[in-house]
């Protein structure tokens, strides 16, 4: 017999909720009060985006109000109805020379970039080549262009290369990674992917997402870190959401990159343009990366500081990932997981939501990763640093990470 209950769509949509909570995977929105790394009641965050503390700074909210008042808060119709601002072609133009190319093109989202433009350049036929730690979205994309999907080794340039070599060289294939992996923090291999492409006659395609405004001597990203130039890399997205402080996030490549977006990118041509209020501040963001390196600087300092003394951690079973970038991530190692008592996987992810309920007790909030957005057995704690914090936070949180992952803390709250 059916079971009626179940066959309603709340019923279906209860049964599959509650099998999330008992898999410790289910996840709750959190209400801020605002930009910046000091919450209500002292409570410091260390799991923000915002690496240049740029969200809160009050020149990008004035250059918002100005741009609300000269071009309204809304796009009100997408780019090639009327909805193609000043503001827009100032900030396309403005990032095409940043990056170093001939064009930009805004879109709202970074999620909706990489759609548009992965969905724009492949169809059947076509092959996305994949590593396999890359953003949900690029892999989303692949899958909506009805493209093949194949990965690579994380990180492995010479196994990209091999999967190359192996594919048919009369299709379409484009080798597809992150700059800086969103869950790792560390960084791609881009001198040897775009060498690989270059010998198999491969395009390349870069998320540098959590690059921009971070790495390199000037901010300018993953290739300016690793002198890779703008045209070993055809295609670049970069999100504005980030390092830069607003919203929306672009692609920059040549003219013909650009204009075949403008005319096949569904995505781009269906969607209501960014408020170019948003597009005005971010010209200031742009301002502030290239005329204050010392926010770099002293984000820079931080990170080597939190990494020298986060190293002991390792004995209290957080497992440091390596990376020189702003995102830390902590790994609960195997042991902390086993002592959770729900096995060598589930016990992984109530360890990791154990040790953030008990920072978050401590006036830190630091959110716990879990399946499935991390490999299973991977859950960690995804510390972020921020220009915004000072010294004296990053002490504070270590001194708390101390305290709460000590191995009998951990046992006995994970029996509560």
Request: hydrophobic share 40%; proline share 4%.
């Amino acid at each position: 017999m059916p079971d009626l209950h179940r066959d309603t769509l709340d019923g279906a949509l209860q049964a599959r909720l509650q099998r999330q909570r008992e898999r410790h995977r289910y996840r709750e929105r959190r209400t801020t009060s605002g930009a910046g790394v000091r919450g209500p009641h002292d409570r410091l965050t260390f799991c923000s985006n915002d690496y240049l503390g740029l969200a809160g700074e009050p020149r990008l909210a004035e250059a918002l109000a100005e741009g609300a008042r000269r071009f309204g808060t809304g796009g009100g119709a997408s780019h090639l109805v009327c909805g193609h601002s000043e503001a827009h072609e100032r900030l396309e133009q403005r990032l095409a020379t940043w990056t170093g190319r001939e064009r930009a093109l805004l879109f709202s989202s970074g999620y909706q970039a990489n759609l548009g433009v992965i969905s724009a350049l492949l169809g059947r036929g076509d092959i996305a080549l994949h590593d396999r730690l890359n953003h949900a979205s690029l892999l989303d994309a692949t899958r909506l262009a009805g493209a093949g999907l194949e990965r690579f080794a994380h990180g492995d340039a010479t196994a990209c290369e091999q999967r190359l070599a192996a594919l048919d060289p009369s299709r379409r294939r484009l080798v597809v990674t992150d700059g800086v992996f969103s869950m790792d923090g560390d960084t791609a291999d881009l001198p040897a992917l775009a060498s690989a492409c270059e010998r198999h006659h491969a395009w390349l395609m870069v998320d540098d997402a959590h690059g921009l405004g971070v790495l390199g001597v000037t901010g300018r990203g993953t290739l300016e870190s690793q002198s890779v130039t703008p045209q070993a890399v055809p295609v670049l997205m970069g999100t504005l959401g980030k390092a830069l402080g607003t919203q929306g996030a672009f692609v920059a490549g040549s003219d013909a990159l650009i204009e075949a977006l403008i005319q096949f990118s569904r995505p781009y041509v269906y969607t209501t343009s960014l408020s170019p209020a948003l597009a005005w501040a971010t010209l200031t963001s742009l301002d502030l990366v290239e005329n204050e390196p010392e926010r770099r600087g002293h984000l820079d300092s931080l990170i080597a500081h939190f990494r020298r003394e986060a190293a002991g951690l390792h004995a209290h079973g957080l497992t440091l990932m390596p990376s020189c970038t702003p995102i830390q991530p902590l790994v609960v190692s195997r042991h902390s997981a086993q002592r959770a008592g729900d096995g060598e996987d589930g016990g992984n992810d109530l360890a990791a939501l154990a040790m953030a309920e008990s920072l978050e007790a401590s006036g830190i909030w630091c959110s716990a990763i879990r399946s499935p957005t991390v490999p299973v057995g991977s859950a960690r704690l995804r510390v972020t640093l921020s220009a915004s914090h000072t010294r004296a936070d990053v002490d504070r949180l270590l001194e708390t990470l101390y305290r709460v992952s000590h191995p009998s803390r951990i046992a006995g709250r994970e029996r509560s």
